[in-house]
């Protein structure tokens, strides 16, 4: 029986890693899949890992109807039996009712691959959708960290090097990693989360310098 299988996990997590593998899986034993992604860092239409791996994918837009275009795969004698998701919290919701509809009707296993919560904690509608509808959810095995040492299950957003929790949605980005950006993302604990409590916060309120900040 096909699935609907929500891999999910923070930002860093090897979410788009465990992608490819997937699809170089399914096809060296001759499944055929298509990969599909939106908003991926390295541009329009591409899959990439932070691994150093990168593919190219069909971009998800505003229109794209999974239904149709498994569909015309399909009437046009080329087999789908695997349809690999990336990035999927930005999908809508009726998209991911559509791969929902793949697997149901057509046995078409998808494995899809997002970010559940957003800078805010709040659920992106696509993964809401997702954990509503998914046969498995499925939790990367490898633990991201956050500063302090424990499990990171929170997304913060910097912008200009301070946490921040108003803002759009949706803002394209990666985790700081010592080159500056404006808007960055770093993950975090609850805890932390909660505190607003950043790698950089937290080694500023240690330091003696800057106790006047914490007073
Ligand atoms: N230089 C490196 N050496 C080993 N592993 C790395 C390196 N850089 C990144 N990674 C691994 O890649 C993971 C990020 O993979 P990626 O698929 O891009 O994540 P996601 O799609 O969840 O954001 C990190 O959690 C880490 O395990
Ligand atoms: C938390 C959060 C993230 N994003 C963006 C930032 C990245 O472009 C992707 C996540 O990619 P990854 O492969 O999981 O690292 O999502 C966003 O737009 N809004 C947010 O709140």
């Known amino acids: 029986m ?16 465990l992608a490819l593998q997937m699809d170089h899986n399914y096809g060296v034993r001759g499944r055929s899949g298509l990969i599909y ?12 890992s932070r691994l150093g791996l990168e593919v190219g994918a069909r971009e998800v837009t505003d229109g794209t109807d999974f239904w149709a275009e ?23 919701p009726d998209q991911v009712e559509q791969l929902a509809r793949l697997v149901d009707e057509m046995e078409v296993d998808v494995f899809a691959f997002g970010i559940t919560t957003d800078f805010r ?6 993964s809401a959708r997702l954990i509503e509808l998914a046969d498995r959810i499925e ?24 946490m921040v929790v108003e803002g759009e949605q949706v803002v394209i980005g990666d985790i700081a990693n010592g080159a500056p950006a404006q808007v960055a993302y770093e993950v975090l604990c609850r805890r932390h989360h909660m505190r607003r409590m950043t790698a950089d916060t937290s080694r500023r309120r240690s330091s003696p310098d800057d106790e006047a900040l914490w007073a």
């Open 70 to 92: 498994v569909g015309a795969e399909h009437r046009a004698g080329r087999a789908v039996d695997h349809v690999v998701c990336d990035e999927a919290q930005f999908y809508s």
């Open 2 to 17: 096909a699935e609907l299988v929500f891999f999910s996990g923070t930002m860093d997590s090897g979410k788009s890693t």
């Open 139 to 162: 939790v990367l095995q490898v633990q991201s960290l956050c500063w302090c040492g424990a499990r990171a299950t929170h997304n913060a957003r910097t912008v200009g090097g301070i």
């Open 37 to 48: 992604t939106r908003g991926d860092r390295a541009g329009a239409a591409r899959l990439s």
């Open 121 to 126: 904690t709040r659920l992106f509608p696509g």
